[in-house]
């Protein structure tokens, strides 16, 4: 416990210096609110997507699936009279595009109100008594939507809803609203509830239903139920659905995760720059301290509570603020997952304790931590310092090598680690202590190029070239944290570029590649990978039978279940293009689409990585016959999921399944076609339909624009590490100008003008941004080299060819030249406006 | 009765190029408890090495520096901390106040360091303001008062762990001569009436008028007048 008068000191000075207060705890309050935004908006996409799991999934046990084409409503009727089926409900699922809620993908569920109580009263099994919900038998076209989503959209009782669910445009009209309690309103708010019969009739779907919701009795023997379902069903736990959806998005939330994490780190730079200039600052007082009595121990208490302190209201301030961001963070969140992964509405982003004690802990761990050195080299001041003047400069350049050791070796093992494991969170501790260990390395390199630079810069500036290279080289404490601090952050964002840059060349060659037709068709429900749009099977032979039209292929997106879980299988059916569509991975079989028109299955490359399979493997693929093993021929090439999928034969499929339709049609024009006139005729042909006809080059645009949408939060968060990183700078300096003050104060008296004052601040900061922004380019090419060849392949599968863009690093450069300048201005102006008399007497 | 400081073949060098500066050579000498003894010298000639040596910041090349029984440059970092804790009062030439510190709190933080009652420690330190004239700034910062004032505070604080040694760097160094005077008479008085030995290193031929012995450094030798 620390004497309370010692305690005191602590605390004034912090109350004494507001700026160096404000800095510490603007380190922290960043960093904290960086992770808590990113965590708030993971947390409360997956708090809503379990919720509107359990809101569709209720208090079912189980659930009999069927194919692409559902479960005959027959499989139902007999489930029910099953001693060991408690209760049993059909459900017709889809997913649908709405204007009417805001241009957004939602849920399309078709229930038996009187089945449904034991299974969801939520949704109204329990509000029979409701006009709405009665009516939902009679009318024709009738839904029930949450009330929170028709006061959000406008939508009246008995007003219309307009939806498109595959390639049919529906007009709805609203029954009934839910209240649904506040807990459950945001999972609601993206669900359109049908009659069962009126969904199957809307959708097409005949006498079959998407599944049949179970509660088995606690008795009942799940497999011995299973065993006698027809070929071609399959009865699942309820929670498979969620696991599967949870864990495709795992890997993103993790990267995510990780880049948060860098926002922390670089704060903690500036936490550690601060503390350090405010010990080398006190360093007369620790000596008086220790010469009257204290302890090192104490001493080193002293500046923890300090830090503990700044690091408390940092936090507090950062989770305020995280909490604020948080709520910008899930609109992009949610949208890249419902770009890419499932239907999903966010409604609230409420702040919950488990996400305000990682922030706080982070928060506080990061501030303790980052004040541990200088708490050490506080405690290790001795008495004589009381009466000497400073040697702190000397001691941390003999420092230097150590310090620089000490990085080299922690490099060297983050560079082993990627060797050791192969696990995602491995090769992230891998990357973390590269660049940790890197930026321990650049003091000691700022102190050496600084020094070199001096001659240099003597003959570009004269005098003042050189006290410029010899004051960062000198001041290298301050100096070397700085430009260490934002050389992370830009090599970060090099990495970060770099690997996006290249993903996105790798992309567009893909898309080159695969998207070689005209035209193409399709149906424009949302919903990401679990979306499976159907279009009328009759479309591709009135396509083909059009002038013009050369050649046709169609491809059919489903979601079977397999012997890893639900899957997403392609059926294709190529045209004159054959297999020339797909690049093949190494290793595959030769000729692979031959062998898939014979039989077997392509799996993509993240589909083979997520679940280790190879060429000559064999998966066993749930058919409306039953299951069936089909051997895997080869694996592609493919960026559209990081879930991955298998492609078969459309005739192999159409052997193994009931279901004709398809999903997309791509249509291959005759040379000298006017293209313009083709789309008109198609869309005449879909006439009736709610499809979409695009041409080549707009289908590239929007597979792009999605491409781009994704990296949004990623650029939102390298942003926030260099305006860190450019705070790091202006702390370092305004310590460099304090400590310097009768130092210049004499430069001045000697005739330094103002403008010659400005042109030295300018020389000093230029010099560290040109150092953080050349060393950050071998980092950030290591970096992206790592991000591309290790984090991806392990996160998500993909090969990609790493594009080291030349503008990219000049972009580096410039920006830590840009933040190391810009950082000056403030400084400068301060020490323009300083009186040199009383900058003389100054001590 | 045994001296309370004793200087037993004292030698001190530091490291300069290749050969090392020797700032003291074999220094023997004996100061009672009670006594004020004044150590002049030319800057730069080892007055301030001798008093750190006492107060065991710094440490002799060779020979040993005795308080009472006790070899100090023998005794463990955490041991001499505790020494100048309990033992010694220190006052500097440019005053070392705490500036986060009130002037009372400044004077009682040696006190509550070594875990005194905190209203035994008020109490002696109002005291000792009061005999400094100071208690009506007790709530005062440092850099409210003048650089006497200052001094004075830290003559207190010197002071408040009623220590039987007084180590003072050219206590009026950074005065002016009727500041110095007033500061070096309080520091005389207070160190006399409650009969503890100061040890003060000075250039001052006033300030070293008022000492009991006058030591001097001359080329690394001690020399003491018997």
């Known amino acids: 416990m620390l004497p309370r008068t010692l305690l005191a000191t602590g605390l004034r000075d912090l109350l004494r210096r507001p700026l160096h207060t404000a800095l510490l705890v603007l380190g922290v309050a960043l960093g904290v609110a960086v992770v808590v935004a990113i965590d708030l908006a993971g947390d409360s996409a997956r708090r809503a997507f379990v919720r509107s799991t359990d809101a569709v999934i209720g208090r079912a046990t189980h659930a009999v699936h069927g194919g692409p084409s559902g479960v005959p409503v027959a499989v139902y009727r007999d489930l029910r009279r099953r001693p060991e089926v408690s209760a049993a409900a059909p459900v017709v699922e889809a997913t649908a595009f709405s204007e009417s809620l805001g241009r957004t993908s939602v849920r399309v569920l078709g229930i038996d109100p009187i089945a ?76 359109v509830l049908l009659d069962v019969g009126v969904a199957q009739s809307l959708l097409g779907l005949g006498d079959r239903l998407t599944r049949v919701d179970l509660i088995l009795a606690s008795d009942a023997d799940p497999s011995g139920l299973a065993a006698t379902l027809p070929p071609g069903l399959r009865l699942a736990p309820a929670s498979e659905q969620a696991q599967t959806a949870v864990q495709l998005t795992e890997a993103f939330h993790l990267n995510l995760g990780a880049l948060s994490l860098l926002a922390l780190v670089v704060g903690m730079f500036l936490i550690y720059n601060t503390i350090t200039f405010s010990v080398v600052q006190r360093r007369t007082v620790f000596g008086t301290l220790r010469l009257l009595g204290a302890t090192p121990g104490q001493v080193f208490g002293l500046i923890l509570a300090e830090a503990a302190l700044a690091s408390a209201v940092g936090t507090l301030a950062g989770e305020v603020l995280g909490y604020a961001l948080g709520q910008g963070a899930v609109r992009l969140v949610t949208r890249t997952i419902n770009d890419l992964y499932f239907v999903l509405a966010v409604g609230d982003v409420p702040m919950t304790a488990a996400v305000a004690l990682r922030g706080a802990l982070l928060g506080m761990g990061a501030g303790l931590l980052a004040a541990l050195p200088p708490a050490l080299e506080a405690s290790r001041v001795e008495p004589v310092a009381a009466l000497r003047p400073s040697t702190y400069e000397g001691r941390a350049r003999v420092l230097l090598p150590r310090i620089a050791t000490v990085g080299l070796a922690l490099a060297l093992c983050g560079a082993a680690g990627l060797g050791v494991s192969d696990g995602v969170t491995a090769a992230f501790a891998s990357l973390f202590a590269i660049v940790l ?70 992309v567009v060659n893909w898309l080159e590649l695969t998207i070689r037709a005209d035209l193409y068709v399709g149906a424009p429900s949302g919903g990401g990978v679990r979306a499976t749009p159907a279009i009328d099977p009759a479309l591709p032979a009135r396509l083909r039978a059009l002038p013009g039209v050369a050649d046709l292929e169609t491809i059919r997106r489903v979601r079977v279940a397999s012997g890893v879980g639900e899957i997403a299988l392609g059926a294709s059916e190529l045209g004159a293009t054959g297999g020339g569509l797909y690049r093949f991975a190494p290793g595959s079989e030769p000729d692979p689409w031959a062998r898939v028109q014979a039989g077997s299955i392509i799996v993509s490359e993240p589909f083979a990585h997520r679940h280790r399979l190879a060429a000559g493997a064999r998966l066993e693929i749930h058919t409306d016959r039953g299951p069936v093993v089909f051997p895997v021929a080869g694996v592609f090439y493919d960026y559209s999921t ?96 304090a400590e310097r003050t009768r130092e210049l104060a004499t430069l001045q008296a000697l005739g330094l003008t103002p403008g010659l004052l400005r042109k030295l601040g300018l020389l000093e900061s230029g010099l560290m941004g040109a150092l953080a922004g050349l060393l950050s380019l071998p980092l950030g090419a290591l970096l992206a080299w790592i991000l591309v060849d290790v984090i991806n392949v392990r996160s998500f599968g993909w090969t990609m060819e790493l594009h080291y863009e030349p503008w990219l690093f000049v972009q580096a450069l410039a920006l830590s030249l840009a933040a190391s300048l810009l950082a000056t201005v403030y400084p400068l102006w301060r020490l323009g406006r300083r009186e040199i008399a009383a900058a003389l007497r100054h001590e | 009765m045994p001296p ?30 009670g006594e004020v003894v004044a150590i002049r010298g030319r800057s730069g000639s080892g007055k301030s090495t001798l008093l750190n040596l006492v107060a065991g910041i710094d440490s002799p090349t060779s020979g040993d520096v005795w308080l009472g029984t006790e070899a100090v440059n023998r005794l463990s970092p955490r041991a001499r901390t505790l020494l100048r804790r309990d033992r010694m009062g220190f006052v500097f030439q440019f005053f070392n106040l705490i500036p986060t510190l009130r002037v009372l709190e400044n004077v009682v933080l040696p006190a509550e360091l070594a875990g005194r009652d905190p209203r035994d420690a008020h109490e002696r330190a109002s005291a000792l303001l009061d005999r400094v004239g100071l208690l009506a700034r007790a709530e005062a910062f440092p850099d409210r008062l003048s650089g006497g004032e200052q001094q004075r505070v830290a003559i207190a604080r010197a002071l408040i762990q009623d220590p039987p040694l007084v180590l003072a760097d050219e206590p009026t160094g950074n005065l002016d001569d009727h500041a110095g005077a007033v500061v070096m008479e309080l520091l005389e008085e207070m160190t006399r009436a409650a009969g503890k030995t100061l040890l003060l290193v000075t250039h001052s031929r006033e300030v070293a008028a008022r000492a009991d012995r006058v030591m001097t450094i001359e080329d690394g030798h001690l020399v003491v007048p018997h």
């Open chain 2, 4 to 33: 309370l400081i004793r200087f037993d073949k004292v030698s001190k060098s530091y490291p300069e190029g290749d050969a090392p500066r020797v700032v003291l050579r074999e220094a023997s000498a004996e100061i009672a408890a």
């Open chain 1, 642 to 737: 990081e879930e991955g999928q298998v492609l078969m034969a459309r005739a192999v499929y159409e052997r193994h399944f009931d279901d004709r339709a398809v999903s997309s049609i791509a249509v291959h024009a005759a040379s000298g076609t006017d293209l313009a006139g083709l789309a008109a005729r198609v869309r005449e042909a879909a006439a009736g339909r709610a499809l979409f006809v695009t041409d080549n080059r707009s289908l590239k645009r929007e597979a792009l624009r999605i491409f781009d949408r994704t990296f949004a939060v990623t650029d939102a968060l390298r942003l926030l590490a260099v305006a860190v990183a450019f705070v790091g700078v202006w702390s370092a300096l305004m310590a460099l100008h």
């Open chain 1, 437 to 506: 260990g890197t930026a321990l390395a650049v003091p000691l390199l700022t102190a050496t190029l600084s020094g070199w630079a001096a001659a240099p810069l003597g003959r570009v500036a004269g005098s003042l070239g050189r006290i410029a290279a010899r004051t960062v080289e000198r001041s290298v404490s301050r100096t070397g944290v700085a430009v260490a601090a934002l050389m992370t952050a830009v090599s970060v964002t090099v990495g970060v570029s770099l690997m996006i840059a290249s993903f996105r060349a790798t």
């Open chain 1, 116 to 191: 449904e109580s034991p299974f969801r009263d939520h949704l109204g099994g329990g509000s029979l008594r409701a006009p709405g919900f009665s009516r939902l038998f009679t009318e024709p076209a009738g839904c029930v939507i949450s009330a929170a989503a028709a006061r959000r959209h406008g939508l009246a009782l008995g007003g219309p809803l307009r939806l498109r669910v595959d390639d049919r445009a529906l007009e709805l009209r609203v029954l009934g609203l839910i209240e649904a309690s506040p807990d459950r309103a945001a999972a609601l708010e993206a669900l």
